[in-house]
């Protein structure tokens, strides 16, 4: 199976010859399986080569492969630079060796876990998360959220010691808000005072500190009507999805994603999880399942999205990958994330020319509230389309509607 990939004589037998050989050939055959040509397989084994290399130098055997030995291996690569990721790209060659020893830890090759027990912090954390999922019921994306200012207050305040609630005063937890608050945007600096408010009522409920702690952060002010949502014009719109830029696997999919973002005013993660049994074809339906509310709602499919949907399954989507519908196009073919959706949506706009303040996906889903409102739609009937808890929600979209508002309007002091 090696020949077929035709490396050079001298890898083709160090591979062979090294303590990663005897492991090629099934690795092989399930990157086959997963998809991967027969470039990217090349690639993946040529990554393989240089950590083969590496791990002779250092004298680790294959048994000795564990999340340290990555992370020492990792940082022999330094990452890229990268304008859309703050902390840089991780090299091709560290993503690869990863996915080996992932391979190597399924198969029992090596042993992952050879850390260090967890500690306090690490168990505070485990339960603390517990308590988000079973008790509050939240969803996994605010979890995540609590659940890294929660690690971050704890790395600030101990360290690598064990917690010590004793230690901690109301001014520690004010100035670690503040701290964190002064870093974000003003919509985004409620973030780590509901975090911390989370994680004290919790230590309350088991002893670790005294209850009513959580009152001495101070509050965020947000007036929920100070600013506009930032949406784009019909017209706009119809721009973004007039420039498909060619006939491609890639462009039909974005091209149908646009299209759900715009007409159905759907979110990342929404578009995301569609699946296809959710879509009816017979009666133009589509059911969605909300992410934060869990619950779902029936939408009618309109004929343009339909057409694209059926242009990107029928041509370009890749079979035997599972009842995603829209899955990368790269292997392996795995659904795609609501982050991607969102830089999708991103890059659309910068190559339409489109201005907006927010770039990414959600400003379509603004656009299509701010049309509903403006032809006359009742709140009520906004809510049931945009998956909407609450009317209080989907109240600030009424700013929008400056027609209906210059009626009602009263008369200035003074003016005409």
Request: aromatic share 8%; net charge positive; hydrophobic share 40%.
């Amino acid at each position: 199976m090696l020949e077929s990939l035709r490396l050079w004589p001298h890898i083709r037998a160090r591979l062979e010859a090294g303590p990663l050989g005897p492991y090629l050939i099934s690795y092989i055959t399930l990157l086959t399986s997963e998809g991967y040509t027969r470039c990217m397989i090349r690639r993946h084994v040529r990554a393989i080569d240089a950590f083969g290399a590496w791990l002779r130098r250092r004298r680790i055997t294959v048994e000795g492969i564990d999340l340290a030995a990555l992370d020492r291996f990792a940082r022999a690569y330094p990452r890229r630079r990268c304008s859309s990721r703050p902390c840089g790209r991780i090299p091709e060659v560290v993503g690869s060796v990863r996915k080996f020893a992932t391979f190597l830890w399924a198969i029992g090759a090596a042993e992952c876990l050879k850390t260090p027990p967890p500690t306090e912090a690490d168990l505070l954390l485990r339960s603390f998360d517990k308590h988000l999922d079973s008790v509050k019921g939240l969803a996994p994306g605010t979890r995540s959220r609590y659940l890294r200012y929660a690690g971050l207050f704890l790395e600030t305040k101990f360290g690598s010691a064990t917690p010590d609630w004793s230690r901690v005063g109301v001014g520690d937890i004010v100035d670690f808000v503040r701290e964190q608050a002064a870093r974000l945007k003003p919509t985004a600096c409620r973030a780590p005072v509901t975090a911390i408010r989370a994680l004290l009522r919790y230590l309350a409920l088991t002893g670790a500190v005294r209850g009513g702690l959580g009152g001495a952060i101070p509050a965020v002010r947000e007036w929920k009507h100070s600013s506009l949502p930032t949406y784009l014009s019909a017209e706009d719109v119809e721009r973004v999805l007039a420039d498909r830029g060619g006939e491609t696997a890639f462009r039909r999919r974005d091209h149908a994603i646009l299209l759900l973002l715009a007409r159905l005013g759907l979110r990342a993660s929404e578009v995301a999880g569609l699946d296809l049994d959710s879509i009816d074809w017979r009666q133009g339906r589509v059911v969605i399942w909300a992410g934060k509310t869990g619950m779902a709602r029936e939408l009618p499919l309109p004929g343009d999205v339909g057409e694209a949907l059926v242009s990107y399954l029928r041509e370009n989507r890749p079979n035997r990958c599972g009842g995603a519908v829209f899955l990368r196009s790269r292997p392996p073919h795995g659904r795609l994330s609501g982050a991607a959706v969102s830089s999708m949506a991103k890059r659309a706009l910068l190559r339409s020319g489109v201005a907006t303040v927010h770039l990414g996906s959600h400003v379509f889903r603004h656009s299509a509230a701010t049309r509903m409102v403006r032809r006359g739609a009742t709140f009520k009937e906004v809510a049931d389309v945009l998956g909407h808890a609450s009317l209080t929600t989907t109240a600030i979209y009424a700013k929008l509607d400056l027609h209906t508002l210059g009626r009602v309007a009263l008369p200035w002091p003074g003016g005409a």
